[in-house]
């Protein structure tokens, strides 16, 4: 993922071309890209719960 960041497809809750996610198994990882050289995940989320904007954010 380091050498193509834009590997993941574009969350499609929040329709930002920066936020993107990869699936593994049951679970999304979330990410957003801040440069070719940057990224920072913002979540691992379970696919059988439903994504809402605020759960990125919630402890």
């Known amino acids: 993922m ?10 499609p809750e929040l329709n930002n071309r920066f936020v993107r996610e ?3 198994r049951n679970y999304r990882i979330i990410y957003v890209i ?3 050289a940057n990224i ?3 979540a691992v989320h379970t696919s ?10 919630e402890g």
């Open 2 to 11: 380091s050498q193509f960041p834009e590997i993941g497809r574009i969350v």
């Open 22 to 24: 990869l699936i593994f």
């Open 34 to 36: 801040f440069d070719e």
């Open 40 to 42: 920072s995940v913002l």
């Open 48 to 57: 059988s719960r439903p994504l809402s904007d605020i759960s990125l954010f």
